[in-house]
């Protein structure tokens, strides 16, 4: 917990708090209903308000004891619910006003359920820390949360040696969309993941990864319950997992759409380099290590899980506003067309991905199955394309 934050129940006698806004009471009755007898749990709150110039985004976080249910797999768990990320106040102070009709704020709020340690008698704080952090991205990004949407996060959730190092988000399983006098708000729950899950998800898709999560009770069972103890992944708890995700990918293909790291792209002039048209790409040094470390792996996703099923695909630059879209022919509202393979838009460019190209790339990046071998960086080049891709090593 930061020095920003303070453990209370409440900060003042009853009879001199000052009214509740109206946003914040709707959502505070609905958790007395699932909790009738903590009408006043332990909270998490921000000493000094993000609308003060504080720096969390949050509120306040409360944390409740769930007794869970063992004839449905549920353990006794923490529940941690964070107010902040929807509108508490309707007056502007932080969020714009949307009226009842539309989305309150950012139109949810996290949660985050923790398995209860045996002997353990109060909530451990760390969550109340990763769930202020989530929402410093969505206020500073814009970005909303979505069940099924993935965050890599490269460390243990509690800052510990375990496994669990990254985060997927579903619905709240006790937790209903809720209608404020400001909005609808949603309830996302944090689920933490082993970074084989990471890379499951990455390659499949978070829902499909979330079902198998579910099914299993040591991974997370029916209420999808985060154990920071938790030593074997999906894949260990039962091996045919692998085959699973593998149908999965086939079938439905991958929900990535794009990945965030060290890309650029430049073109050449047709008589001065004797190439119409020539987009380099620098596929290196990822934020996500899974793309970073494993090129192959990205490149047989691109083609096998975007490609293959008339999706998009985009490169963008971390370090500046440099994007690189792969586009397969049958995605619509895009700029390129046959006669105009590669087209730019400012910094941002498009690539048409034919069927017949798809299959050259293909057979060209299969160099890149032993990476071992391969002498980086290394040119892939298609001259009757007019295009090139260059791929270097993690540090440029």
């Known amino acids: 917990m930061g020095e920003a934050s303070v453990l209370s129940h409440h900060p003042h006698p009853i009879n001199m708090l000052p009214p509740t806004p109206a946003g914040l009471e709707t959502l505070y009755n609905m958790c007395r209903k699932i909790y009738p007898d903590q009408a006043n749990p332990l909270q998490v709150t921000a000493l000094l308000k993000f609308w003060l110039g504080g720096p969390d985004p949050l509120d306040y976080i409360s944390m409740y004891s769930n ?105 709240d399983p006790q937790l209903n969309t809720t209608e404020t006098p400001f909005g609808t708000v949603n309830f996302v729950q944090i689920v933490g993941i082993c970074t084989d899950e990471l890379k499951a998800t990455q390659q499949w898709n978070g829902s499909g990864i979330l079902d198998i999560l579910r099914r299993s009770p040591a991974a997370g069972g029916p209420w999808l319950i985060t154990d920071m103890t938790r030593s074997d992944s999906i894949f260990e708890l039962d091996p045919c997992t692998h085959e699973e995700v593998e149908r999965g990918f ?8 794009g990945v965030s790291g060290r890309c650029s792209w430049s073109e050449h002039d047709y008589f001065a380099e004797k190439t119409c048209k020539t987009s380099r790409s620098r596929l290196g040094s990822f934020h996500d290590a899974f793309l970073g470390n494993n090129i192959y792996q990205l490149i047989i996703l691109i083609f096998r899980g975007r490609v293959k099923h008339g999706r998009h695909f985009t490169f963008k630059s971390a370090l500046e506003e440099t994007a690189v879209t792969l586009v397969a022919h049958s995605v619509t509202g895009t700029l390129v067309n046959p006669e105009s393979p590669y087209v730019s838009q400012g910094s941002w460019l498009q690539v048409l991905i034919t069927d017949d190209l798809s299959q050259d790339m293909g057979v060209t990046f299969q160099a890149l199955a032993s990476p071992e071998a391969l002498s980086l960086p290394k040119t892939f080049s298609w001259p009757e394309r007019k295009l090139s891709i260059t791929i270097v090593a993690d540090k440029v």
Not at 108 to 121: D, S
Not at 158 to 169: A, F, P, T
Not at 250 to 257: A, K, R, T, V, Y
Request: with cysteine; glycine share 10%.
């Open 250 to 257: 086939e079938l439905d293909g991958s929900n990535l759409s």
């Open 67 to 171: 007794p869970g249910n063992p004839d449905e797999n549920v353990p006794p768990h923490w529940h941690y619910i964070s107010f902040g990320l929807s509108d508490l106040h309707g007056d502007g102070r932080v969020h714009d006003p949307s009226g009842p009709d539309g989305a309150s704020g950012f139109g949810f709020e996290l949660t985050f359920r923790l398995k209860r340690e045996p002997g353990e008698t109060s909530p451990p704080t760390w969550p109340a820390t990763l769930m202020q952090s989530l929402a410093k991205y969505v206020f500073q990004s814009g970005n909303s949360l979505c069940s099924s949407d993935h965050v890599s996060w490269h460390c243990a959730l509690d800052n510990s040696e375990s496994r669990i190092q990254h985060m997927l988000m579903t619905t």
